[in-house]
């Protein structure tokens, strides 16, 4: 079955980087565009930037732009998000997401999250 | 960007009974050269990861109970859950995939009354 495990959350000041990786399993990983979803606490859902199978294209959100970075190594059946300059509204809880089977761009599977705080 | 707007924000519904969630697009999503309108539900449990339910505006993910419906073409969408359960009880999103970013509405939150 998919399986999408996020790793690298933690706490970081402002101005700091970190980067988040999700491995994946159960799947054709190099098949498959995949995304970054985020939830900022009592907040909704954002989409945060995607990536195509091959990792050919990729597009933010615009608040995201410059900052973050998303990447994926195909070899390692792994998703990657670079988060530089960091602010403290970048603080929430995040997710990837594979695409959907129809569509590149809404979501069947989702990993698990990782919190990501920013903050002095 | 296209806005979602879902409507109420929460909503309290007795087990057993029908709940309804709307939401709207600020532009079409409907596609007219397939006739489909770019269209997807979530359910969002505290804890867990967003599931999602419904995509094509009316089409059922695999595995998820027949009482989930999903109706609407155009601007206007509507969720309906035929007889709610306890297990039911989650945020509610839908969301837009016609065109870039994919943008999610504010979220329904379901309680039992």
Not at chain 1, 60 to 79: E, P, V, W
Not at chain 1, 95 to 103: F, I, R, T
Not at chain 2, 64 to 74: A, E, I, L, T
């Amino acid at each position: 079955q998919v399986q999408l495990v996020e790793s690298g959350g933690g706490v970081v000041q402002p101005g700091g980087s970190l980067r988040l990786s999700c491995a994946a399993s159960g799947f054709t990983f190099s098949s498959y565009g995949m995304h970054w979803v985020r939830q900022a606490p009592g907040k909704g859902l954002e989409w945060v930037a995607f990536i195509r199978y091959d990792g050919s294209n990729k597009y933010y959100a615009d608040s995201m732009k410059g900052r973050f970075t998303i990447s994926r190594d195909n070899s390692r059946n792994t998703l990657y998000l670079q988060m530089n300059s960091l602010r403290a509204d970048d603080t929430a809880v995040y997710y990837c997401a594979k695409v959907g089977l129809h569509s590149d761009l809404y979501f069947d599977y989702w990993g698990q999250g990782k919190l990501v705080t920013v903050s002095s | 960007d296209i806005v979602m707007t879902q409507s109420p924000d929460s909503l309290a519904v007795s087990l057993g009974e029908r709940a309804t969630i709307n939401c709207k697009s600020s532009q079409s999503v409907l596609y007219s050269s397939n006739n489909k309108n770019y269209l997807a539900w979530y359910q969002h449990k505290p804890g867990q990861p967003p599931k999602l339910l419904i995509y094509w505006a009316s089409t059922r993910e695999s595995g998820v109970p027949d009482r989930f419906s999903g109706s609407g073409s155009g601007t206007d969408f509507t969720l309906t859950i035929s007889s709610l359960q306890a297990e039911d009880v989650a945020v509610y999103y839908c969301q837009q995939y016609y065109n870039f970013p994919p943008t999610f509405g504010q979220g329904t939150k379901l309680e039992i009354k």
